[in-house]
C-alpha cells in the first residue's frame, strides 16, 4: 500500500470514531427550533469565537450564553409591537449579534431581511421600502451617516438600533443604542413560537447586474432541508471548527457556516477581515472554510508572482509537488494507477504542500468553492497541493447548494453531484432546471419576476448551461451571458474575463464585442503590480498597450482563435460598489459599465 493510500485510510479510521449530532427535520423544522435543540443538547459547548477588540484577545461564547443573549434580544423586540411575519433587517459584519438578531427575530415569526455593509444607500433604501422593514439594526456611524443620503426612504421605520454610539444628526425618536435598547435580562428563556415550517423565515435581495434588486423568499422548511440533504454526502463532526469570512448577508455563509454549523454542533469563528483572514486562519486553523473562487485565485497569484522570483530548482521542487499530488488525487479515485513517482509525496509535502497547508492552519478537511466557477487549472494547484477543495454550485433562489463534489468523488472541473432528493433535468438549450423542496417561495412582491423564473410545473430555471456527466454536473455557460460577434462566432465573456484575471496584474475585466468584427476588453490593472512594472494606467505609452495585449492574449490559449482580443482600453480607477459597477458579491454590473465608459467603448471600434 503506498503513503498516501495508508494515510489515508487513517484519516478515515479517525473521522470514523467521531460521531455526529445533525439536529434532523424531525427533531425541530424551524431555525428558531433548532436553535433551541442545540442550547439544549450542547449548552457548554463552544457555539462562536470572535475577536474582543477592547481586550485584544479572542473570545469563546458558549451555547448556552447565546440562549441568554437571545432571551434579551426578544425581549427587547416585544417591546416594539412586532408581530409575526414583520420584517426585520440588519447591516453588520460577521459577528455573534448577527446571529443573536437573526435567531430572537426567527423565534418570534419575524422576518429576517439581510443588507450588505458595502452596499450602496440607494439599495438600500429600495430594500427598506420594497420589503416593508419596520426595524433596522446597524453597525457604526459610518453605515447612519451614509443613510442621511436616503432619509426620505427610511420613513417606513419605526425603530433603528445602531451597534456603536453614532452622531443623531438632530432629533431622531426613532434612534437608540443597542446599550439603551437591550433590557439586563431577557425573557425567562428563548422562545420559539409555533409556527409551519412552510413559514417565511427570511427575504434575500439578490444583487442583480441589471436592474432592481429581487427579494428572494426562502422558508424555514428551504433552507434546513437544503442543510439535511447536504449532511447526507458530506459529514460534519461537532469538533468541526469553521471560519466565517464570507457575509453572512450571503446565502451561502448564513446557510453554511451559520446554520449548518448550528444544526452539526460545530463552532464558528468569525475573521476580523479579509486583509487579516491568513492571520486568522493561522491562529484559528479551522477544519472547514467556505470561500469564493476570489480568494483561490489571489493566493494562487501571489505563489505564481514567488515563482516568477525563485531559483530554477525551486520551481521545479513546486512543480514537481503539484504534479505528485495531483497524481496522488487521481490515484486515490481511481482515475490513474500507481506510480513510482508516489514515493516523493513525503518529501515533496515536507518541502512545500505541508508549508501552504499550514498557511491555511494546517488542519483543513474540507474547503468549499461556490458562488463561482473556479478554475481548473487553480483547483489542480491546490488539490496536487493537498488543500482538500471541494467545488458546489446552486443559486440563492435554491437556498443555496444544489450540488457538491465530496471527498470519496471529487471531479474539480465539475460542480460536483446533485444533493440527494433533488430532481433535475437539462432543457433543448442545455439549461439545467431544478425542482425540489429547497426552491424558493418566489421574489417578494414581484410575481411577474417569480413566473419568469419558476414554470407551471415547479421547475426553477437556473439560467446556467450545463452537461452532466458521470453523475456531476459541468457549467458550460450561461444563457444570457453569451457574445455574438458579426461573424456568427459565439464566445463566453465570463470565463473568458476569469481566465485573464488569472494573471495578477489584471484586476478587473470585461470582454466586449457583441455585433462587432472583433473583441475587445476594458481593463483595470492591480495598483500594485502596475508601479512594479513601472505603468501607469492614467499614461499608458503604445508600447505599454500591446504589450498588454499580447499578455491578455496569453491567458486565452484554451479559447478558438476567434476569441481574440485585438483593442483594449486602460481603466484608471477601479469599479467598486460604491461607484455602482459591481455588486455586493461581486460580479460586473456589464450595463452600468458600459454607460460609464461609452466613450471608451467607442474608441475601441473607430474605423471599423
Not at 424551524?30 to 459547548?45: M, P
Not at 411575519?85 to 459584519?93: E, F, I, S
Not at 473583441?519 to 483595470?524: A, D, E, G, N, Q
Not at 486602460?570 to 459597477?581: D, F, K, Q, R, Y
Request: hydrophobic residues 40%.
Amino acid at each position: 500500500m503506498s503513503d498516501g493510500a495508508e494515510n489515508e485510510n487513517n484519516d478515515k479510521q479517525v473521522m470514523n470514531k467521531t460521531k455526529t449530532d445533525y439536529i434532523h427535520l424531525k427533531d425541530a423544522d424551524t431555525l428558531a427550533g433548532v436553535f433551541l435543540e442545540r442550547v439544549r443538547r450542547s449548552a457548554d459547548k463552544t457555539a462562536f469565537v470572535q475577536y474582543d477588540e477592547a481586550q485584544s484577545k479572542w473570545q469563546e461564547i458558549t451555547w448556552a450564553t447565546m440562549g441568554e443573549q437571545v432571551a434579551r434580544w426578544q425581549a427587547a423586540f416585544q417591546k416594539e409591537d412586532l408581530k409575526p411575519g414583520d420584517r426585520v433587517a440588519l447591516m453588520l459584519r460577521n459577528c455573534s449579534e448577527w446571529i443573536l438578531f437573526d435567531m430572537a427575530a426567527q423565534g418570534l415569526g419575524l422576518v429576517t431581511v439581510p443588507l450588505y455593509t458595502n452596499d450602496r444607500a440607494e439599495n438600500i433604501g429600495y430594500i427598506l421600502q420594497d420589503a416593508g422593514v419596520r426595524l433596522l439594526l446597524l453597525e457604526n456611524d459610518e453605515q447612519w451617516q451614509d443613510l442621511q443620503k436616503i432619509r426620505n426612504q427610511l420613513a417606513g421605520l419605526n425603530r433603528i438600533v445602531t451597534l456603536e454610539p453614532v452622531d443623531p444628526m438632530g432629533l431622531q425618536p426613532r434612534l437608540v443604542h443597542i446599550g439603551e435598547w437591550l433590557p439586563l435580562k431577557g425573557l425567562r428563556e428563548p422562545q420559539a413560537i409555533d409556527i409551519p415550517s412552510e413559514t417565511l423565515a427570511t427575504i434575500v435581495y439578490t444583487s442583480g447586474t441589471t436592474g432592481r434588486s429581487k427579494g428572494v423568499m426562502l422558508s424555514h422548511h428551504n433552507m434546513l432541508w437544503d442543510i439535511e440533504s447536504g449532511v447526507k454526502i458530506i459529514d460534519i463532526y461537532p469538533t468541526d471548527s469553521f471560519l466565517s469570512f464570507l457575509p453572512l448577508s450571503h446565502t451561502l455563509e448564513r446557510t453554511v457556516d451559520c446554520l449548518l454549523a448550528m444544526v452539526a454542533g460545530a463552532s464558528v469563528a468569525f475573521s476580523r477581515s479579509i486583509p487579516q483572514l491568513g492571520e486568522d486562519l493561522q491562529t484559528i486553523k479551522p477544519t472547514v472554510l467556505i470561500s469564493v473562487p476570489r480568494i483561490f485565485e489571489r493566493v494562487y497569484a501571489k505563489i505564481q508572482d514567488k515563482l516568477q522570483h525563485d531559483s530554477a530548482i525551486a520551481k521545479a521542487i513546486f512543480n514537481g509537488a503539484v504534479e505528485t499530488g495531483w497524481l496522488r488525487f487521481e490515484h486515490s479515485h481511481g482515475r490513474a494507477g500507481w506510480s513510482p513517482k508516489l514515493a516523493l509525496w513525503p518529501l515533496y509535502k515536507k518541502l512545500v504542500a505541508g508549508k501552504i497547508q499550514e498557511k491555511l492552519g494546517g488542519r483543513l478537511r474540507i474547503a468549499v468553492s461556490g458562488g463561482a466557477p473556479l478554475s481548473p487549472d487553480i483547483a489542480k494547484v491546490f488539490i496536487g497541493l493537498g488543500v482538500p477543495i471541494l467545488q458546489g454550485y446552486g443559486l440563492t433562489e435554491t437556498s443555496p447548494i444544489i450540488s457538491a463534489n465530496v471527498h470519496e468523488n471529487n471531479i474539480p472541473a465539475s460542480v460536483g453531484i446533485p444533493f440527494p432528493g433533488l430532481e433535475l433535468k437539462v432543457s433543448e438549450a442545455e439549461e439545467l432546471m431544478v425542482r425540489g423542496p429547497n426552491v424558493m417561495l418566489g421574489y417578494w412582491n414581484n410575481r411577474t419576476a417569480t413566473a419568469e423564473v419558476i414554470d407551471e410545473e415547479g421547475w426553477l430555471h437556473t439560467g446556467d448551461k450545463v452537461k452532466i456527466e458521470d453523475g456531476h454536473i459541468f457549467i458550460t455557460g450561461r444563457l444570457k451571458e453569451i457574445i455574438v460577434m458579426a461573424n456568427g462566432e459565439k464566445v463566453p465573456p465570463a470565463d473568458m474575463e476569469m481566465c485573464i484575471a488569472m494573471d495578477s496584474l489584471f484586476e478587473q475585466v470585461l470582454i466586449i464585442g457583441e455585433g462587432k468584427p472583433y473583441l475587445s476588453t476594458l481593463i483595470v490593472l492591480n495598483e500594485e503590480a502596475a508601479k512594479e512594472e513601472g505603468i501607469d494606467p492614467n499614461q499608458i505609452t503604445t508600447q505599454q498597450r500591446e504589450a498588454l495585449l499580447d499578455r491578455v492574449n496569453g491567458q486565452l490559449d484554451n479559447f478558438p482563435g476567434y476569441a481574440k482580443i485585438v483593442s483594449l482600453s486602460v481603466i484608471g480607477e477601479p469599479w467598486t460598489i460604491e461607484n455602482g459597477l459591481i455588486t455586493p458579491t461581486m460580479k460586473l454590473k456589464r450595463k452600468a459599465i458600459y454607460e460609464r465608459f461609452a466613450d471608451e467603448l467607442k474608441g475601441l471600434y473607430d474605423g471599423h
